[in-house]
């Protein structure tokens, strides 16, 4: 009997501890935390279109005819 009270009073002790931790951290990720602030970023300068050149673009892939 006495270990089983032992055990009541350290899980007791255990489960207080647990509960103080998560009452001082809150909730994890933006979940009960204010939203954060959209980063606003300057427009760049309007370049002229007619003389860059379009990005590169991955590998091309054909299909290989079976032989």
């Known amino acids: 009997m006495a270990s089983e009270s032992v055990g009541g009073i ?8 647990v509960l103080a931790v998560a009452v001082v951290f809150g909730p994890i990720g933006q979940y009960g935390k204010p939203p954060k602030p959209a980063k606003v970023e300057p427009a760049p300068a309007a370049a002229p279109a007619a003389s860059a050149a379009p990005a590169p673009r991955g590998p091309i892939i054909r299909e290989v005819p079976n032989q």
């Open 10 to 17: 350290l899980g007791a002790i255990v489960a207080a501890v």
